[in-house]
Structure formats: C-alpha cells, structure tokens
T-cell receptor
Framework: DTEVTQTPKHLVMGMTNKKSLKCEQH?????MYWYKQKAKKPPELMFV???????INESVPSRFSPECPNSSLLNLHLHALQPEDSALYLC????????????FGPGTRLTVL | EDQVTQSPEALRLQEGESSSLNCSYT??????LFWYRQDPGKGPEFLFT?????EEKEKERLKATLTKKESFLHITAPKPEDSATYLC????????WGLGTSLAVNP
C-alpha cells in the first residue's frame, strides 16, 4: 500500500483566518514532506521531517508552520496567508529519509481570498 | 550547477502512436532519477526510480531507461487515459524537478 492521504481536498480561507492541512501515511515511512505547487510548475519543497524532527525548512515564511505529531501524521498550520499563497499543497513520504522514492498524496487545493 | 531539462514541453499523439519523452540532467553524483505522472489538480503518481546508467524499468505501456546524461520515458501504443503531465526529478545533493512534459493522446 503506497497511500498518502490529505485533508481537506479543498480549502478557501480569508487572509485573517487560521486553518490547518493534514496528512497521514501508514507505510512506516520515516520522512515526510510538504510541497507547494503552482499551475504548470513542478512541486516546490517547503519542509522535510526526518524521524519526526524538522530537518529542512526552505526559507518558508512563518505564516506556514509545520508540525509532526507522530511518525504517521504531518500538519501544516496556516495563518495570515496572502492571495499569492493560493496553490496545490502536497504532502509526500519516503522510506529512508531523503534518499528514497517519495510518494505523494492527492493534495489540498488552497484558495486565499 | 545541477539542472534538469525535460523535452518536449508538450506532445500530442494519436492513440496507438508510440513516442518518447526526454529528461536530460546535469548533476554531480546521481543518487536517483524519478518519473512521476500527474493529472490536473492531483498529486504526482510515482512511476519509476532509476539509479544507474543502463537500468531499465517497465510498467504496462511505459518503459523508462537511463544513461549518464539522460532518461527516456517510452510510451508504447498510448491510450487517451495516458494523457497527463509527466515529471522527471533527479537527486544529486538535492532533488531537482524538471518542468514536465504535457502529453495529450487523442482517440
């Protein structure tokens, strides 16, 4: 089973709202990732968690706050976003840290009004 | 500087018309090349991982090959359901993504 699940599928929020994106995997993977993808562009790495610890933060603005409560769950907390943050947010996981194949979830389509 | 280039940018085929997509790369110390398929508004779906030159992998109508400079994704007798964007990613020091090839297969 190579399934990564993400909720919600769609999210519309105002610039003053606080919301969270959730990701879950049950493949025993010890690395989890958040990506942002704009239309007709490849995924852009935001954060990497290895063994539940934040290992990479690609200079993402603090209005995005990741959290890894356990080895199966990954959250992305959103606060005071801008319209340009509207995008497809993708979660991925991999077996052995960053060296192995990443498996992606279906994504959350975020619209910031 | 590590770089990944995919070509063509877009490709339109008739059903049954075989073709190849290219992913050329410049990376110091290749640690893996990955092919994904992505449908509009959905997450990338993993297809293949290749680690060393000469390696080949097949899945249904798709076959991926790897040399020291490039990878090809061969599509044999494509069907309309093969229409998607095909993404290549290469891991050197970091994972670098190509911009993708948008494939449309007409019935």
């Amino acid at each position: 089973d190579t399934e990564v699940t993400q909720t919600p599928k769609h999210l519309v929020m105002g610039m003053t709202n606080k919301k969270s994106l959730k990701c879950e995997q049950h493949m025993g993977h010890r690395a989890m990732y958040w990506y942002k993808q704009k239309a007709k562009k490849p995924p852009e790495l935001m954060f990497v968690y290895s063994y539940e610890k934040l290992s990479i933060n690609e200079s993402v603005p603090s209005r995005f706050s990741p959290e890894c409560p356990n080895s199966s769950l990954l959250n992305l907390h959103l606060h005071a976003l801008q319209p340009e943050d509207s995008a497809l947010y993708l979660c991925a996981s991999s077996q052995l840290g960053s060296l192995d194949t990443q498996y992606f979830g279906p994504g959350t389509r975020l619209t910031v009004l | 500087e590590d770089q990944v280039t995919q070509s063509p940018e877009a490709l339109r085929l008739q059903e049954g018309e075989s073709s190849s997509l290219n992913c050329s790369y410049t990376v110091s110390g290749l640690r893996g090349l990955f092919w994904y398929r992505q449908d509009p508004g959905k997450g990338p779906e993993f297809l293949f991982t290749l680690y060393s030159a000469g390696e080949e992998k097949e899945k249904e109508r798709l076959k991926a090959t790897l040399t020291k400079k490039e990878s090809f994704l061969h599509i044999t007798a494509p069907k309309p359901e093969d229409s998607a964007t095909y993404l290549c990613a290469v891991r050197g020091r970091k994972l670098i993504w190509g911009l993708g090839t948008s494939l449309a297969v007409n019935p």
